[in-house]
């Protein structure tokens, strides 16, 4: 391990200068206008799998965008990983608040600025440099391994699960592992092992057939702007509580262990404040902030629009008005459960002066391990070579719903091997990734093969 | 008299191929991009009453757009009018609504259809195209004439008190004329005799620094979107009433002689929702929608943006959500008064997670006649002749609050000569105007100059 181990660190600036191409494709799923860009990245992702080492590689066409499969089976003897990753990314808008263009990669103070740095490019890179250290130091890897990296995990991950009750044959393996995640917190690196699930809806309100003059009708009709607002009040109500009828029956309580556990975990809600930016927290009352990030749903609002938002004053009486909620769930929460309760509260909220249509977008089930398995343990030693430290044992708020489907489908663990860092503006402008946990996280990577393998 | 209505009949194709080329101007004051076409439509209005013969014509610089100022005053021992318009329009979005551009006027089954057709560019051109007919055919006005044509309407008409105020002298007159507004019903013109004020603000809610993952944050921190709904949705109840405290307190009630008279009119709920295509009506309990309408304040969302409002889904959490809301006030409201209470009430509901800006944009008192009054008599007269009907007396939703300052500064009554029809979308897409009641506005306007000039 230790020329595997030399080679990473001598080739950092060569790993971030590739790294700046990856990011430099706007693979944004999410807009259509962009599915010439998700196209290319998923065939930058294939040559660089090839360039690396791996061999099958191949893009596999679904509905949508392209899985790109590539593995390396020579390790006779030896368990398989399963890696997952995905090469998409978020749009970037407001455009206006990045500091540097979110696809002209640029580094300031350690961190590496650019759309896909943290989520997930920058962390499936990090897995690819690993794989290469190997085969250029040993012409061979420790352990048997299968790469998908799918084009939609930013969009729902809408065909995965399709293509992977397809390939059920040749995605056999023994472990599933996933670096889309964030570590505790700089300097605290961590193995998660709890996701929250997703359900997310648009909400349309319609008035009337046109803009109306505010003046001339106003007083008149329903104006769907105070009925979407009206609606979205009552969907949570100032206490955190959400207020869909039915929607905590399934939650599963946080034991007092798990409780206990995350109070000594090194935590303070004055920085966490500050860092964000916020006048005061607010959530369900009753839980600390890490349980209701980790352990409690919740339900926001993602966007809104009607009527007239330009500079200036408009006295319009807007036809249409607009919403974007989405529900974070815990186990033993069932997305398609809660997404029927919250169709069917919205529909009993809709009063009859306007038409209110709600279109379920997508949804992933909550996940949880079992922290005590072998990989879980694998990992933790890998992190703490990586790293230097022992890693602490956290959950997360955000939904990588494949989680649950390899769970289910293929009857495989997951270790959720995650680098980046809470406040790397994941879904925001100036998403970032630090570099040293980037190279950190190359050799902890190299060193996870390495620790899985030799569990024959 | 029956030569200038000759001419105006013979002219018509003429004065709607001009009308296209003032129409064909993009004077939205809303818009800072626009400020170059504000400026080349106050000039062509100066041309043209330069053309059609007024005296003096001028623009009057204001720190902001210019008032156009012209004259003719060689009617001895004749009354003066002072006729005031304005040559801005409202923004345009949203633009793919538009079934033709709004700035190329396009004419279809007998309606003119372009931004500014109805409000006001239309309605102004009929009294420039009354003058010329009067000046053609008899080389002189049979009244006084000074006019007054602005470029901030739309946008609060923020310098006009200021410009009438600086001008008092020089805008002496006997009665104000204005042909801003909307007949009762399409073959029902009115003469309108009140109008509701307004008050309009914009309200920015900030949770924190940066828009977050929703996944990861989620329940956490204050959601702005959610505030800034559960803020709107406490500012008017379900039955349409205004929760804002103190707002009802000037509000002078409706006579039942008015309410009688209202009753009368023809109208009809269901053809309203029909043509408005509302699936039911909506507002204050125990009014009709006309009393709604015309004699009862309104307070509307005009305006709601927050987060991600593209296709698909992004699981955002905002940093920020706007409203612009405005208030429809009617006797004996004062805009200062409410828009005061408004602050307060938005300071109260705001809640300590987030940081709530409240900016008052504009406002306008609003306006009631004593419609027995001489002018008031004369302008029906010349409905009369120009449409071949008597005219009904009403009062309208919309506000123009120059009314108002005319009334208190020089103590001129107006007389509200419209001839805009209720469903012209004044202010929102395919905006137009009917051209048959353009061209008998124009008859009617030259005989409204001969029955007010002959009253010496």
């Known amino acids: ?257 798990e409780r206990d556990e995350w109070k000594k975990l090194p935590w303070s809600d004055k920085r966490y404040m500050k860092e964000l930016g916020a006048p005061k927290l607010f959530g369900e009352t009753g839980f600390t902030t890490l349980e209701r990030r980790w352990g409690r749903p919740t339900l926001e609002v993602n966007g809104m629009l009607s009527g007239f938002t330009g500079e200036g004053a408009k006295t319009v009486l807007p036809a249409v008005a607009m919403a974007k909620v989405s529900m974070r769930l815990v186990p033993d929460q069932h997305p398609d459960k809660i997404a029927d309760l919250f169709e069917a509260y919205v529909k009993e909220l809709a009063p009859k002066t306007v038409e209110v249509k709600v279109t379920r977008m997508h949804g992933g089930k909550p996940w949880m391990a079992d922290f005590d398995n072998t990989y879980v343990r694998a990992a933790g030693r890998a992190i703490e070579q990586g790293f230097g430290k022992t890693p602490v044992f956290c959950r997360e708020g955000g939904s990588i719903p494949v989680v649950a489907t390899f769970q289910e489908e293929l009857g495989i663990p997951s270790v959720l091997f995650g680098v980046g860092l809470p406040d790397e503006n994941a879904h925001a402008p100036n998403e970032k990734l630090d570099l040293d946990n980037f190279h950190n996280g190359i050799v902890a990577s190299a060193i996870l093969y390495e620790e899985i393998g030799s569990r024959r």
């Open 1 to 257: 391990m230790i020329k595997v181990i030399d080679f990473i660190h001598t080739n950092r600036d060569r790993y971030v200068s590739e790294l700046k191409d990856y990011l430099a494709i706007p693979s944004i799923s999410a807009l259509p206008e962009h599915q010439g860009d998700v196209r290319r990245c998923a065939e930058w992702t294939a040559e660089e799998m090839t360039r690396v080492g791996l061999e099958n590689v191949k893009l596999v066409e679904t509905p949508g965008n392209p899985v790109v499969y590539g593995d390396w089976l020579h390790a006779e003897g030896a368990p398989t990983i399963l890696f997952y990753g995905h090469y998409d990314v978020q749009p970037v808008d407001p455009l206006d608040l990045w500091e540097t263009p979110p696809f002209e990669a640029s580094v300031r103070d350690g961190e590496i600025y650019a759309r896909g740095s943290a989520d997930d490019k920058g962390q499936v890179f990090m897995h690819f440099k690993a794989i290469e250290a190997h085969m250029k130091q040993h012409g061979k890897l420790p352990v048997n391994l299968r790469v998908i990296i799918e084009g939609e995990e930013e969009v729902g991950s809408k065909n995965l699960d399709n293509f992977i009750k397809a390939n059920k044959d040749t995605l056999g393996a023994d472990v599933v592992v996933i670096s889309d995640s964030a570590m505790f917190d700089r300097g605290v690196p961590s193995i998660c092992y709890g996701l929250r699930g997703l359900t997310y809806f648009q909400i349309d309100v319609r008035g009337t057939n046109s803009d109306l003059h505010s003046g001339i009708f106003g007083g008149s009709v329903a104006n769907p702007a105070m009925v979407l607002a009206q609606m979205l009040a009552k969907m949570r109500d100032t206490s955190g509580r959400i207020r869909v009828p039915g929607f905590y029956d399934d939650v599963r309580e946080l034991t007092q262990a």
